[in-house]
């Protein structure tokens, strides 16, 4: 493994070099999202940069301080890595994120208990905590299972233990 140093900055927007490879995309309305999260919680996630000021990581927050007309943003600049490596790490910022699942039980209880303009803030649509929130579909029977041949089904009154059919 390389030996990897990190350091702290703030940088100016304008001096940011987006990666013209980077393959992750950014809608506007998830742009409004992070900058909506920006505005409340603040900038709290650095966007990683190299010696020469070249996006690694964040491309989305800084399309959304650029939307908030930010003039800084804090950066961690990553040093170390040679071009493959950093490559991978703009692949691999995206993709683990994505690796992840959610507990989506514990996810609705949060997201019930706050809120609605709390709900929000987290990107989660209404449709997307409707959906989680439905029960889980009954599966279809195996193809051997064998119904239940209900016309000779009686049933026992338990007082008195008259039989009769529906």
């Not at 990666?19 to 709290?44: K, L």
């Not at 991978?88 to 507990?103: F, R, S, T, Y």
């Not at 041949?149 to 338990?158: G, L, N, R, S, V």
């Amino acid at each position: 493994m390389t030996e990897k140093f990190y350091d702290h900055a703030l940088v100016a927007v304008d001096d940011l070099i987006p990666y013209a490879m980077n393959s992750r995309t950014h809608s506007d309305a998830q742009v409004a999202q992070i900058a909506a999260s920006i505005r409340e919680f603040g900038f709290t996630n650095p966007v990683l940069i190299d010696k020469a000021n070249n996006l690694i990581a964040g491309h989305g927050r800084v399309l959304a301080a650029r939307k908030l007309k930010m003039e800084l943003v804090p950066a961690i600049v990553v040093t170390g890595l040679d071009e493959n490596r950093r490559r991978a790490l703009v692949i691999a910022d995206n993709q683990l994120a994505l690796n992840a699942e959610w507990d989506e039980e514990k996810l609705v209880a949060e997201l019930q208990s706050m809120s609605v303009d709390m709900q929000k803030l987290t990107g989660i649509s209404d449709e997307e905590l409707l959906a989680m929130m439905k029960p889980a579909e009954i599966e279809e029977p195996p193809d051997d299972f064998s119904e239940v041949d209900e016309t000779d089904m009686a049933h026992i009154c338990p007082k008195c233990g008259f039989e009769f059919d529906d």
